[in-house]
């Protein structure tokens, strides 16, 4: 009785705080990471345990507004803009975007916040950057949650092996090889703040991300493609060799409805989580699955937090 009555309040308590996102930009403080000169920003609200967030692409911090709102009782969440997003700095050239670069952005949040570790969620780009810090400083991730972005071993594997799930990453060949400058560079549309928004459902937080995609660097955007994709048709790609059990605990969303990441490659992820793995997909959300549902992931991802309290 006493467990219904505290997920009847948990429940309540998530699906109220997911109603005050909208709200969200009056409500979090802004700060700066430095990372060998490259200033890295971040949207915090909440106190309790640390959890740093990372968008993909194209996105930024205010992805994760219903997130941030139905966890700031009890966590301190900290959403990073991306360098070359938003407010973060935005340097020149691809190789200022390669992996150790973006593993260092983050590990810099960490410690510019005062801590060792953190609870690590990541979307996309994020997600790719996230399992890449978790081998890389396994130490500075309390807890591991990925959306739709499956874990490594699984894409090389599906690509390999699933012709519909290499189809899927072909708009990456063209953001390898292309500019922002290019007419039908974004699936066929110019590269614009108002293009590049378009996946966004709600016209206000549409807004919101006009402003932000405005102050942003489309080249350093493209620049995660071109220094860190795998280039999966030259006939001289061979896949990376499968990575180990990441000793972490982890929970994974994945909307069904992505077209760019197939669900193939979830597959055998059990294997290489040598923790405990939690797999959530949900029919009918796509690749934007924080906001496609939203009240579905922050309710599922604050109960197992709260199930895993120190």
């Given amino acids: 009785m006493r467990l219904s009555t505290l997920l009847l309040a948990l429940v309540m308590s998530v699906s109220a705080s997911t109603t005050e996102a909208s709200d969200l930009m009056e409500q979090v403080t802004h700060g700066y990471a430095e990372n060998n000169g490259v200033k890295i920003h971040y949207a915090e609200v909440g106190e309790g345990p640390l959890v740093v967030m990372i968008h993909g692409f194209p996105d930024f911090w205010y992805t994760w507004r219903h997130q941030m709102a139905g966890l700031a009782d009890g966590y301190r969440v900290a959403a990073v803009d991306l360098r070359g997003y938003n407010l973060s700095d935005q340097p020149e050239g691809v190789a200022a975007y390669a992996m150790p670069l973006l593993i260092g952005d983050i590990a810099a949040v960490i410690r510019h916040l005062g801590e060792e570790s953190a609870i690590v969620v990541a979307h996309d780009w994020g997600g790719v950057i996230a399992w890449q810090f978790a081998y890389a400083l396994p130490q500075m991730v309390d ?10 071993n699984g894409l090389g594997q599906a690509w390999a092996s699933n012709e519909e799930a290499l189809a899927g990453a072909d ?3 063209v953001f390898r090889a292309g500019s922002p400058q290019d007419p039908d560079i974004f699936f066929g549309m110019p590269m614009t703040a108002e293009t590049i928004s378009g996946w966004v459902k709600d016209p206000a937080a549409r807004e919101q991300y006009i402003e932000a995609f405005e102050r942003s660097n489309f080249d350093g955007m493209l620049a995660y ?5 795998p280039d999966l048709w030259s006939p001289e790609y061979e ?6 059990p990441l000793e972490i605990s982890t929970l994974m969303f994945h909307g069904l409805e992505d077209t760019a990441l197939h669900s193939d490659a979830l597959n055998n992820t059990w294997d290489w989580i040598g923790a405990d793995l939690t797999l959530v ?8 699955v924080q906001q496609d549902a939203a009240e579905q992931v922050t309710q599922t991802l604050r109960l197992w937090l709260d199930q895993r309290a120190d």
């Fill in 281 to 288: 997909t949900i029919p009918g959300a796509g690749h934007f």
């Fill in 143 to 152: 807890k591991l949650v990925i959306l739709n972005l499956p874990h490594p």
């Fill in 225 to 229: 493609y071109k220094a860190n994709y």
């Fill in 239 to 244: 896949p990376s060799p499968p990575l180990p």
């Fill in 171 to 173: 708009y990456a060949r």
